[in-house]
Structures are given as structure tokens and as C-alpha cells.
């Protein structure tokens, strides 16, 4: 049993549930079919296993330092990075014309996410270097795009995002990092950027970074804001180095977890010129960004839904080998210990993180579809991307809250053993902490999703997502035995429409937006509810088939079971967080800040 | 403003909720009017704030290591103990007669606590040597008494509890370590001994070690173990060291979190013969553990509270100080940022914090008051042990799961920063997650409440519990605004009798406990929602009063808000679980181990 994917529920998902296979029929896709998909899928689990997952914990103790103004870090990152880029992984997605593979972004997502559950910390510079390099193939120019775009796709030079200053983080429109035009076409920056993961490290000999920064004329606030590609180091005309481009490292930040990732303060400008290029027209760099920030959210929740399925299989891996205890009305103290899967609290720690991780990777990878929708099906395109806006603060943040809980609970499993650093678990739950905090705060994403979301078009989208859960819940009645599901989800359904009703009713946008965060998680509840009724439908279907063979029969009951786990004990919880959302009530919005001290 | 304790909240709980001065007119503790309170309280502070606080992040930097059979650790872990031992507090609350300064356990609780919010992992070391000369005090012989029970009451020796093995973590009963009478009164021990907290260190010239072993002819299971008084150093009758009692240490756990504290797989009788004596009865061990079992898990959660309110008060103080964004329906973005206290997500996870850690470090205090009425009040003691007893399992777990929530958003407040090393959140939450782990696991505290507490007696206890909760209800009533609090409290009580109902009616004793775990989270809720709407009450009637002073009216105005978010944002979720409780399903129970895999 792999320790970082189940293959018989990814392939479930993907073919059974998502019918992934499908989107070979698109011209873009022809060459991913079934076989082809599951190729890449075994190459990628083999480097996971092989590569990824055997110097996790090595990265993990032996973190980057900052030696003389520069990285050192342990070579087995470079070195896992180094085959990865190898076997086309940078490149999976891109456009062949880019030297990419073409493949959907449901594939990749699949495939990259195996390395993810290995090894979180060690992907992120891969990750990075594919977003930044979506972002110059959209909306760089040619002459850029033909210098730097090669080695990005190939694996050469990683890039990465420079948003966050020492006093912007969340907020944005906030950032001072000054570009003055050279006269050449070119701009000087000048500035401080945090919190930049990979901004440098001693793997890759250049690194494209993907600055925001404001021109001297330009107006305050977010609309005043440019995308500049500045790399580290300048090159020719033929893409040799020629020498440095003045970024200096002026410290590394000392994380929790994810420790193999570099992550950076900055000084751009400072030794020597910064040399940049504008990305697209001036004031548009947030909206850039923006475009590409549904893939970085849905890539980070996948992040927080891969440590949790690590975790997952790596304690039921324990609890059915763990001698500990006897059962449950066993009186002779002499009769041999069970292995702790026989108790039932150890299962239900075990069905909590199925439902949890299982749940979410459906939906990651039903949002990575909807890219791949967006871009491939112009019929689909204008639903599909409403579709996604409205769930993208949810695939950021239900994983990064509750595959958490699904880590505590793996190492609660372990016990002990759980939280010492001989095992992963304490390892996935320190990494895993990071993912309400980057790529937008849970905070953030509660209000993205009620205020613009929901509110910004009066609940229209909301209306369609709701339509479809309906849909499901219409179908799945037609199944003996999902009833009690069904009706749950139909009670949720019946308590979001409530709060939503008394939200939307609510003149006052502070104290709509007061719980949002509540709402979010609510909300979450509702999504990954539909997502189990739709996978219990198909697995109860298929348990109706006399056809279906023993090993999936277990497969399918194991649908059910979780299922039913978060019918009834967490879609409970979510209606009672609507009613308090709909109550309009907030007593942090009616406390005076004083009232905390100080 | 303190970072470590708000000595307001204290005094608020400890005098004018508890009515803690009360306790100097017992005879035992006529030293201990308020004014004495004070001053010893002042003196942990100042050796908390200076002394514990200042190396919290070297000491868990700079871990204890193995080297040569022996522990490497920094000097100024011993440094720290040492002061806190010349104040006296090793001592505070032993008899006089054994060299203590015969404290009440409240104030005990109230004064190590500044320490444990400074440090936990270093007051380790001096909570396990009380634990364990408590022990010896209560059953050991005068002999033993006599000769190691001063150099522990002085912090001169530490002690340790040597319960679990490789073979045997959360199964006792499993033990295997033997014990073998050498005739002279003493007897040889041999086995390993795994997960001890202090087993070794480099500060102390001796450890004193409690042992669970068994006899050569003991019965299996609980019934067959008996407790050993084991030294790591053997002494003479002036209790001079004459040489090595042969403890092996094998090895050093490595934590994710409270590193400071060493934690030693032990090697008993392996290198030579391993002398221990006898304490109390043979085949009583574990009944003497349990003895003081109440007092150590009160201390586990007064952990869990104490990291949740170091953290709670150091996001506090960030959120007050850092810049951030605009106020609400501010769209000139030019507008200066304000603190990001002044949004109302951020004061949410203010109030959800001050919630748990303010709502849970009174049930500690009010628990440790019950320690004292066992111990000097005749007339109360049969009901305080048996409302201890049903208090215990809430004492333990309900901080361990929501402090370290309160962790979770302490870190969330700081963002990026709460993510690094330079901040202590992430130290606190790492610290903070064993909690859920040691001296009894979530899940055990699930089946002793509702197996052994509940089911037990058949529900006598708790129906004394409920009937001082609905006291508290009709006392509140009293007070104009308190209704919305009542009623929510009013109707979790409800929700708790059904589940009862249910539960007690059920004969199937794996399925009453199925969802123990589940029903001990919704019940610790209903105490803590008790304990705030106690506060509320207090809060109301100081508020009502016009000589109360401007400056408490903002902290009376604090419990009140904090009392509503509790009420009206958690208890809801407590009526959900009950009603799963209730219902008496769980799909874990009835989900075949081979669901899961493998």
C-alpha cells in the first residue's frame, strides 16, 4: 500500500466520477487518453515514492541557511527537482509551441499532487515556477516569453511571485517597490519584497521573479500597481548569464514547516541597479495576478488535501498493525492485544480523515477541471468560470481547516509515536499549517467568497451551484439506503438559502461580511456534502452491479461509510453556523477593541 | 501589558468568582490571606517574565541530546529550575512538616501557570517531581519518606512516572517491566520503559523514578502491577550518592514540540541490577497512580490553557500595534492603515480565543479549588471527588483541543510572522498539541466520562452537575440581557439530558460509546459555557453597580462579549453533537476495519 496515494481513488475520481478520459476528445487533449493519463500517473507515483518521499524528513532537519548573503541548502532538493523537470513534470501543462506537454490541468494536478503528498516543501519550487511561468506565457510579450520561457518550462530556472512587502501582506494595494523607465524599454525597481518563497536558492543558476510594483506617476491603491519579470541574474540576447541583477537576499524567514522551501526577504535595488521588464500594461499587475490566482488557490488547498491524505494512509497503514488494547467487552486480561483499527474510535479518527481528504481531492480536482473547461470548452467557458470563482475561496480553505484536523487526528492515531519526528505526521501537520496563511487568508476568502462571490451578483451563481447539489440530491434518492444523506444535504441546502436570504437582506456590508469566515466554512460543508453524495451514488451504483468484484465492493462500502460519516456528523455543524450567520449577530463586530487590554 | 498572564483575569476568577481568600480561614491555609495570594503570585510573575520567558525559544532550539549514554542539554534549563526552586515553589503546596509551605492547590495552579505559559517544557520537569512526591507523600513509608521526599519537596532531586512501554501506551495493564523481591525489602527491577518525561537530564544529581512493575507471580493486567520508588543513583541512609542504580538510557524521543523536556526510553536492570522499594500494597499501582491522576490532568490542561493564553496575548498585543488594510466602507486607498485590531474578523478570533483560554483557565482554577475542599473540607469532600471525578475527563481534553485551536488562530492573527520561529505561536501550538496526548489520550478521557463517570453511577453525578448549572440559569436570569446566553445554555442542557437518555438507555456498550470522543467535546462545551455564563453574571452585576470604575468596566464588558460568542457561536454546535450522540449511530462502528485499505 503506498504511503502517498490510492491509486484505486484517484482512478475513481477521475474516470468513475469526473470521466477525465473524456477530455481526450478535446483537440488540445487528443493524446491523454485513459492509458496515457495512467502512464503519467505511474511515472509521477514512482518519483513521488522513489525521489520525493525518501528525503522529506532529511530537508525537513537540515533547512536552508544564509551563508554570506546567500542560500545553502541540502542537494537532494535540487537534485529530486532535477528529475522531476527531467521527466516533463515543469512542463506538463503548457502548450507544446512552449515546449510543453499539453496535458489537462486535471492531469497535472493529479500527477504533481503525488509529489506533493511525498514532499510538500520540495515541490512548492516547481509550483512556483509553473505559475509564474502561466503568468508570462498570458500576458508577456513575445521577445520576453522567447527569453525566459524555455528554461521554465524545461525545469532550468524556477521562478517565482513577488507580492508581499514588510508592510503589505494581506493588503496589497499597500506595496511601495518603486519601477523607473530606463528609457530602454526597461525599468529600474527598487523596494523590499517578504515572504518570497524560492526567492533564491542554490539549485537553479537564474530565477525569474514576478515582481508587483508601482511607476512613479501612479496612482495609489491597487490600480496603481504593475507586473515586472526580474530576474536574478541578467542574460544576453541567447539567454547566457552576463552577471547579477542586484537582487540581494537579506534574510531567510524560520518557518514552522515546509522548511525546504526558501523563504526570503528581498532588497531589490539596493547594491546595484535591479533591471525589469513591464508584463502587460501599466496598473494591470494585480489583475494579472488575479487571473491567475483560482490555479495558485486551487494548488494550494491540493497542498493542504495532500498532507492530509499522507497522513491519512500512513495512519491507517499503523492502526492496522498496532497491537494495543482488547475489544470492546473482552474481560480476560491475558487474551492478546487487537490491532487498534478494532477499536471504534480509532476508525472514527480514521473515517473523519477519509471524509475529509477524500472529499477534498474530489473537489480540487473537479475545479482543476473546470479549468481545463475554461480553456478547452468554449460552450462551458462563461459557467464554468462563475462555476469556479464561487468555489475557489472554498478549495483554498475547507482543505487548509479540515485536512488539518485530518493531520491532529493521524497523529492522535500514532499516539506518542505520532508526535515525535520519527514518523511524518507531526511533519505534514507543521507544513500543512501554512495554507490558511499564503495565497490569501481564510479571513480573505470569506469575504471574497459573501462579499464578491455571493453578494457581487446578488446570488446568481450561488442560485446555479445550488441547482446542481439538487440535481444530485434528485438523483441519489433514486438509490436505497441514501435517503438519510440525501435529506441532510437537503437540510444544509435549507439553512444556506436561510442565511443567505437574511445576508443578502442585510444593508450594513461590515456586519454582513462580520462572519464570513463562518459562512466559508459552512459553505465548505455544503460543497464537500455534494461531492460525498455524488461519490456515494456511484458506489452504490456499482454495489447494485452483481458484477462488481470483491476488492471493489470494499472499495465502495468505504464510499458509503464516509459518506454517512459526514452526512451525520458534520453537515449537522454546518447548519448550526448558517443559523448563527443568518442571526446577523457578531459580538466581535460589537466589541470595542479596548475590551481586549492593552 | 504582561504577555504570559492578564493578572486582572486572574484576580477576577481567583477572588471575586472563587472567593479563593476564603480558603486562608481553613486551618491548613491561615497563612494564606489575599495579601499573601498577591505577593506570591508577584514572585512567579517576576520569575516567569524573567527568568522562564527570556530562553523559551533557545531551550526549544537547542534540544537535549544523546551523547554517550547521556543527556546534553542547555545550562539554562537547570538555571531556570533552580530559581524557581529557591522560591520556594517545588514546595508551595506540601505539608510543613515535609518542608512545604502548605498552599492551597488553587494557588498553586494560579502561580505555576505564569511559568507554564512562559515555558512549558522546563516547568516539566518541576510539575512531574511534584506529581511524583506527591505520590510518595500520600503512600510511601516513613523510611522512603524519610530519605527522598526532602531533596524533591526542595527541587534539589526531580522525579519522574515510569508507566508506559514500548508494548504498552495507553493499555497499562500490558506492562511487562518485573520486579523481583531481593529479600532485604528492596527489590531488583528489569524492563524498558518508554515515553518518560524527565527520565533523564542533566540537572539534577539524582531522579527519583515511580515505577509501575509487576511481581514474578502477579495476576495479568491492571490487578497484577505494583508501584516501585526506583532512583537513578543509589544513596546512603544520609542520602549521600555511593553509585549508579544501572538505569540505561537508550535514547531520546524527538518532539515535534515542548523539546526542552527530555523524554527517555529507560533500560532498567540491563546494565547491573536496578534496586527499587516497594510504595504501599503490591498489585495497587495503578490505583495509586489514579490516586493523582486527577491532579495531573488538571495540570495537562492547565497546559493546554496557559499556551492558549500566552498566545492569546501575544496576538492581542499584535493586533493592537500592527498596520493593516482600512476600515470597512474606507475607499480612498490612500486613507492611512489602521490596526488590524479594527477589523472584525480579527477581533472574532480575539474573542474566540479569550473565550476558550479565559472560559477554561477558571474551570482549571475552579477544579483545583475542588483538590482543596477534598482536602480540608469534610463536608464537602464526598461530593467534590465525585464532581471532580466527572470534571476531570473535561479538565483534560476540552482545553487540549480548544486552546490549541486558540493557538491555531493566535498564529493566524500574525499571518506569515505567526508561521516563523522569530514569533512564539508556532512554539506554543507545536508545544500545545501534546496535550490531546499525554496522561491519557482524547479518546480514553471519552470512555471514562460516559463508561465510568456517567454510565456509572447512572447518570447521579451529572444530574447534580446539571442542577448547578440550571442554578447558575436562574441566578443570571436575574440580570437584564444575560436571557439570550441563558436560553442557549438552557437548551444545550436539553440536548445534553436527550443524548443521556439515549446513551443510558442503550445496552449495547460499544455503541454507548462509539461517539465518547464526540459526546466528551459537546459536554466539556455545556461546562465552559456554565463557567461563562457564571462570569457573565459577576460581569453584569459589577456593571450594573455606578462605583465600578471605567477601566473594569471595559474588562466587565470584555466577559460579557466573550460570554455571547461563546453562547451564541459554539454551544449551537454542542446541541448538533448531542443529537448525533444521541441517535446512537456511527458509521465507524460499523464500518469493517478492511474499509480503510491495505
Known amino acids: 500500500m503506498s504511503l502517498i496515494v490510492d491509486r484505486r481513488d484517484l482512478d475513481f475520481v477521475l474516470f468513475e466520477m469526473l470521466g477525465a478520459d473524456r477530455l481526450a476528445d478535446r483537440a488540445r487533449f487528443a493524446a491523454y487518453d485513459r492509458t496515457a493519463m495512467g502512464q503519467i500517473l505511474d511515472t509521477a507515483q514512482a518519483l513521488a515514492e522513489d525521489v520525493f518521499l525518501p528525503i522529506a524528513a532529511q530537508v525537513d532537519a537540515d533547512e536552508p541557511k544564509f551563508v554570506n548573503g546567500q542560500v545553502e541548502q541540502p542537494a537532494a532538493t535540487g537534485a529530486a527537482l532535477r528529475a522531476w523537470a527531467e521527466a516533463g513534470f515543469f512542463g506538463l501543462a503548457f502548450d507544446e509551441a512552449a515546449g510543453g506537454l499539453q496535458a489537462p490541468w486535471t492531469l497535472y494536478t493529479a500527477a504533481t499532487g503525488m509529489a506533493v503528498a511525498a514532499n510538500t516543501p520540495v515541490t512548492n519550487y516547481a509550483f512556483l515556477t509553473v505559475a509564474a511561468a502561466n503568468l508570462l506565457a498570458a500576458f508577456g510579450s513575445d521577445t520576453l516569453k522567447a527569453q525566459y520561457l524555455p528554461a521554465m518550462v524545461e525545469g532550468r530556472w524556477f521562478g517565482t511571485m513577488c507580492l508581499s512587502e514588510p508592510q503589505a501582506g494581506s493588503s496589497l494595494g499597500d506595496i511601495r517597490t518603486m519601477a523607473t ?86 532588497n531589490l535595488g539596493e547594491t546595484g541597479e535591479t533591471i525589469g521588464w513591464m508584463i502587460g500594461q501599466p496598473g494591470r499587475g494585480l489583475e494579472y495576478m488575479f487571473h491567475m490566482m483560482n490555479e495558485a488557490r486551487i494548488g494550494v488547498g491540493h497542498a493542504a488535501v495532500m498532507a492530509g491524505l499522507a497522513g491519512y494512509l500512513h495512519s491507517a497503514d499503523y492502526a492496522r498493525t498496532r497491537p494495543q488494547g482488547r475489544p470492546a467487552g473482552e474481560r480476560n486480561p491475558a487474551a ?22 477524500e472529499g477534498a481531492q474530489a473537489l480540487c480536482l473537479f475545479c482543476a477541471g473546470l479549468v481545463d473547461d475554461i480553456e478547452t470548452d468554449p460552450a462551458a467557458r462563461a459557467d464554468a468560470q462563475a462555476l469556479l470563482g464561487l468555489l475557489t475561496p472554498v478549495v483554498k480553505s475547507w482543505p487548509a481547516e479540515h485536512c488539518l484536523e485530518a493531520n491532529k487526528w493521524a497523529i492522535q492515531i500514532l499516539g506518542g509515536y505520532g508526535y515525535t519526528r520519527d514518523y511524518p505526521l507531526e511533519r505534514l501537520y507543521r507544513d500543512n499549517r501554512l ?149 446577523l449577530q457578531s459580538p466581535a463586530l460589537d466589541s470595542d477593541p479596548a475590551l481586549f487590554g492593552g
Not at 547579477?244 to 524560520?254: C, E, K, P, Q, Y
Open 435 to 583: 495554507n490558511h496563511i499564503h495565497e490569501g487568508t481564510f479571513g480573505i476568502q470569506g469575504m471574497d467568497l459573501l462579499g464578491r462571490k455571493i453578494a457581487g451578483d446578488g446570488g446568481a451563481v450561488l442560485g446555479r451551484f445550488v441547482a446542481m447539489v439538487q440535481d444530485t440530491i434528485a438523483q441519489a434518492r433514486r438509490h436505497a439506503g441514501l435517503g438519510p444523506d440525501c435529506d441532510r444535504l437537503a437540510d444544509a441546502l435549507l439553512a444556506l438559502d436561510r442565511a443567505v436570504q437574511a445576508l443578502l437582506g442585510c444593508a450594513d456590508a461590515e456586519r454582513r461580511t462580520a462572519n464570513a469566515t463562518i459562512f466559508l466554512d459552512a459553505f465548505g460543508h455544503v460543497v464537500i456534502g455534494w461531492i460525498w453524495l455524488w461519490q456515494a451514488r456511484l458506489a452504490r451504483g456499482q454495489l447494485d452491479n452483481p458484477a462488481t468484484g470483491e476488492v471493489d465492493r470494499l472499495f465502495y462500502q468505504g464510499k458509503l461509510a464516509a459518506c454517512r460519516h459526514f452526512t451525520l456528523t458534520e453537515l449537522p455543524l454546518a447548519v448550526a453556523r448558517f443559523a448563527i450567520c443568518g442571526s
Open 181 to 266: 523607465d530606463r528609457g530602454d524599454g526597461s525599468h529600474a525597481l527598487k523596494g523590499s519584497k517578504m515572504w518570497i518563497s524560492g526567492g533564491d536558492q542554490a539549485i537553479t543558476d537564474n530565477i525569474v521573479h514576478m515582481v508587483l510594483a508601482r511607476l512613479p506617476d501612479a496612482q495609489p491603491g491597487s490600480k496603481g500597481i504593475s507586473l515586472f519579470l526580474v530576474p536574478k541574474m541578467r542574460t544576453d540576447a541567447a539567454g547566457q548569464i552576463t552577471g547579477s541583477n542586484n537582487i540581494a537576499l537579506a534574510g531567510l524567514n524560520h518557518k514552522m514547516g515546509q522548511r525546504a522551501t526558501t523563504n526570503c526577504l528581498l
Open 336 to 357: 492478546p492485544q487487537v490491532p487498534i483499527i478494532r477499536h471504534a474510535d480509532v476508525r472514527r479518527m480514521l473515517l473523519a480523515q477519509k471524509a475529509a481528504v
